[in-house]
Every structure is written in structure tokens, then in C-alpha cells.
């Protein structure tokens, strides 16, 4: 029908959620299987991630999930939308995250060691309609470039990396476009200890969304263990 010169398509565009299609988390979960299709990623990898996340969110007091987690446990784990477990999909919590900001001069002297902004960047392409570029490549490719560009840097000089992770797939996805490893070689990078207690590059120390605790995008605490 036409309501008010806008032009609506009842009928066929509720079919999605009337089969169990809607919200975040199926697209998420097509976009992880057509990387998966394409590159041979293995759920093994894929489970990598919330377990080495976890590994991490026990050496913060301010964690949520700090139960042990192996491969096993997760893969005993529910079914949310295949190939996603309840284990890859980020925690749902109250509160709220503050961001505070000064100029270096003064961080120099607050209680808490500053982190110092050298670059950052800005990109959207997701494409919920299902556009299958958008399920492989994240806007994490052009805000990378634009970041390391204003940065003076490259992913190479990144030691650690904390990486937004509404699901599992997201980082392993978010690893590639920035730069860490080539496309489709992201499954053998979360899984060869790179990301993990000891490893090269540790990811989401404080534990990530997966297992700290999830305020729409920013970490509640940014914890680190040498």
C-alpha cells in the first residue's frame, strides 16, 4: 500500500521473521558460513575465539563469564543459529561505559596511565538485506586504513588488539580487513596461539564482549596481564 507517499510492501517482506529470520544474529551466523563456504573455516576456529577470550576474562575480577572453557565445552554448548553456539554470541548487560578524554598534557598527571589516540577511522557497509560482499568484508578495512594512515603505522606495529566482538565471527572477520592476516586466512589466525595468553598479538584482554560483559560496543574495562 501507499501511505503517505511512502511506498510499503506488506506480505512477502514479513516472511523472514515469520520463518525465524530476524535480528542480528542470523545474519551474523550466514555471514559466518559463507566464510566458512569460501575459505574452509572450521568451527574449531571459530571456537578458538570465545575460548582464548575466556582464558583472559579470568585474569579480570571484573569479568563476568570466568568459568573454564575449552573446545569441548563449547562445542557442548547450545545452538543459537548454526553455526553459532551460545558461546559466540556476546553477553547482554546493565550499565553504562564513559569515555573520557583530555589533551596528553594532562592525562600525564591523572591516576590511571593514559591511553594515547594516534589515529582513527570511520566506515559503514553492512548490509542486513543479505548483499554478500558486506557478509565477507567488514567497514573495518576502509576505518583501518584510514586509522594506520593517521597513525603513521601499520597493523604490523599493533602488539595487541581489542576488537569489537558481538560474535565470534566479527573478530575473525575484523582480523583480516584490518590488516593482521590475508582474507580467508583469519581461521588459522585465531587458531595458532596468536591471539591467546602468550601469544604475538593478544586480542580483547579484558575479555571482550563475549565474556566481560557487553554496554553496545565499548568494553566495560580494559584489563591487561603481563
Same mark, same amino acid.
Given at each position: ?93 546493565? +550499565? &553504562?561505559? /564513559?569515555?573520557? $578524554? #583530555?589533551? @596528553? ?46 597513525? +603513521? &603505522?601499520? /597493523?604490523?606495529? $599493533? #602488539?595487541? @588488539? ?65
Amino acid at each position: 500500500g501507499n501511505f503517505g507517499g511512502t511506498l510499503t510492501i506488506a506480505g512477502i517482506s514479513t516472511l523472514n521473521a515469520a520463518y525465524g529470520n530476524f535480528g542480528p544474529i542470523p545474519w551474523y551466523a550466514m555471514a559466518a558460513q559463507r566464510h566458512m563456504d569460501l575459505y574452509g573455516t572450521t568451527q574449531d576456529q571459530l571456537g578458538q575465539i570465545p575460548v582464548s577470550t575466556r582464558a583472559w576474562a579470568r585474569k579480570s575480577p571484573h569479568a563476568t563469564k570466568t568459568e573454564p572453557l575449552d573446545l569441548d565445552g563449547y562445542h557442548a554448548s547450545r545452538w543459537i543459529v548454526e553455526p553459532f553456539h551460545v558461546l559466540d554470541c556476546c553477553l547482554v548487560s546493565n +550499565g &553504562a561505559v /564513559a569515555a573520557i $578524554v #583530555t589533551r @596528553a598534557d594532562r592525562a600525564r598527571d591523572l591516576a590511571q596511565p593514559p591511553a594515547y589516540i594516534h589515529g582513527m577511522g570511520q566506515a559503514h557497509n553492512i548490509d542486513p538485506a543479505g548483499a554478500t560482499d558486506s557478509a565477507i568484508h567488514t567497514p573495518a578495512r576502509q576505518a583501518g586504513e584510514t586509522a594506520f594512515a593517521m597513525a +603513521g &603505522a601499520s /597493523a604490523k606495529d $599493533v #602488539t595487541c @588488539a581489542e576488537l569489537y566482538d558481538c560474535y565470534s565471527y566479527t573478530v575473525l572477520a575484523s582480523l583480516e580487513d584490518y590488516g593482521f592476516c590475508k582474507k580467508g586466512e583469519g581461521g588459522e589466525y585465531v587458531s595458532n596461539g596468536t591471539i591467546e595468553l602468550g601469544g604475538k598479538r593478544p586480542n580483547n584482554t579484558s575479555g571482550g564482549h563475549l565474556c566481560e560483559g557487553y554496554t553496545h560496543g565499548m568494553s566495560c574495562l580494559l584489563y591487561t596481564s603481563d
